[in-house]
């Protein structure tokens, strides 16, 4: 019996993690500056666009938010790295083909 408990406690945890991910990660971008520029990409990073009503009709300013967000996502060197590394990673171990194959 007291394994059941156990049992449903975690998988109670357990089920919590997406959400406790995601709110994190909302905290995080409350919490953090918004970044300029990007060393490891060599570009500017996008800012919060500047509210105007035709930019909203002509569906621009979705876009310009849209990419704010993807620029000022929390740890986003972290992220950017690891993908970095993973497509390293995959290209070298990739077999190589020959004309025999």
């Known amino acids: 019996m007291k394994n059941k408990g156990n049992f449903a406690m975690l998988r109670h945890a ?5 959400f406790l991910l995601i709110l994190a990660m909302l905290i995080l971008h409350l919490a953090l500056p ?6 490891e990409e ?8 500047v509210f105007h009503i035709e930019e ?6 979705e876009r310009k938010v849209e990419s704010y967000f993807s620029d000022q996502f929390p ?5 950017v790295y690891i993908e ?3 497509r390293r990673i995959l290209r ?9 194959d």
């Open 14 to 18: 357990v089920g919590m993690l997406p």
């Open 34 to 39: 918004d970044k300029t520029f990007s060393k």
């Open 42 to 49: 060599r570009r500017y990073l996008a800012q919060w666009p």
């Open 56 to 61: 909203v009709i002509d569906g621009s300013y």
């Open 75 to 79: 740890l986003r060197n972290f992220w």
């Open 84 to 86: 970095k590394s993973s």
């Open 92 to 100: 070298t171990s990739t077999p190589i083909k020959t004309d025999a």
